[in-house]
């Protein structure tokens, strides 16, 4: 199987392409955006070739270790304490955070990574501004589980959950997703 997967636009609907396989998605509702010209809040997809960094899943929603077969990637379980800081005020912006850390709260703007919705059961983080962070640029940009009614994301790339587990355990040492 080949190492990167693509997200194409094929008449105005997109897919995630792994090898020979062909996934449905759904990307931000600013549609495909260069990655130079993202900002915070613009709810597009940032173009670009980009590396895949992490795991992140709800361990009282699904078990996950039994359902993958590779070891490349780090899994994080997801807790009500688990947040991703999107206020670029923040010298943690575009990076997970603790939303209560030692009894104290965080004090900036954060998305809340446990959620009521299935979304965030199991989310792949994707390596867009983080080598180096740059303020405003964008953050929380992942691939994670489509809404019920499959509507679009604020930057994300949505899929099944069925079609997300079979994304990871596809995943080899270098795979990068590239966004076109």
Same mark, same amino acid.
Not at 33 to 57: C, L, M, Q
Not at 120 to 133: L, Q, S
């Given at each position: 199987?080949?190492?990167?997967?693509?997200?194409?636009?094929?008449?105005?609907?997109?897919?995630?392409?792994?090898?020979?396989?062909?996934?449905?998605?759904?990307?931000?509702?600013?549609?495909?955006?260069?990655?130079?010209?993202?900002?915070?809040?613009?709810?597009?997809?940032?173009?670009?070739?980009?590396?895949?960094?992490?795991?992140?899943?709800?361990?009282?929603?699904?078990?996950?270790?039994?359902?993958?077969?590779?070891?490349?990637?780090?899994?994080?379980? %997801?807790?009500?304490?688990? =947040?991703?800081? /999107? @206020?670029?005020?923040? *010298?943690?912006?575009?990076?997970? +955070?603790? !939303?209560?850390?030692?009894?104290?709260?965080?004090?900036?703007?954060?998305?809340?990574?446990?959620?009521?919705?299935?979304?965030?059961? %199991?989310?792949?983080?994707? =390596?867009?501004? /983080? @080598?180096?962070?740059? *303020?405003?640029?964008?953050?929380? +940009?992942? !691939?994670?589980?489509?809404?019920?009614?499959?509507?679009?994301?604020?930057?994300?790339?949505?899929?099944?959950?069925?079609?997300?587990?079979?994304?990871?355990?596809?995943?080899?040492?270098?795979?990068?997703?590239?966004?076109?």
């Amino acid at each position: 199987m080949q190492k990167n997967w693509l997200v194409i636009n094929f008449n105005k609907k997109y897919f995630l392409k792994v090898g020979n396989k062909a996934f449905g998605c759904q990307i931000g509702t600013g549609g495909l955006k260069n990655a130079a010209r993202k900002v915070e809040g613009d709810k597009s997809t940032p173009s670009g070739k980009w590396p895949i960094k992490s795991i992140y899943y709800r361990p009282d929603k699904i078990n996950l270790p039994k359902l993958i077969s590779n070891s490349f990637l780090t899994l994080n379980k %997801i807790t009500k304490n688990c =947040g991703w800081c /999107d @206020d670029y005020k923040s *010298s943690d912006y575009n990076r997970y +955070i603790e !939303i209560n850390k030692n009894g104290k709260a965080f004090s900036y703007s954060y998305e809340n990574l446990w959620r009521e919705d299935d979304v965030y059961d %199991i989310f792949i983080e994707i =390596g867009f501004n /983080d @080598d180096p962070v740059i *303020s405003k640029r964008g953050s929380a +940009i992942f !691939i994670h589980c489509s809404f019920e009614d499959l509507r679009d994301t604020s930057g994300c790339i949505a899929i099944s959950k069925e079609n997300l587990i079979f994304l990871i355990n596809s995943i080899k040492k270098h795979t990068k997703i590239n966004i076109i």
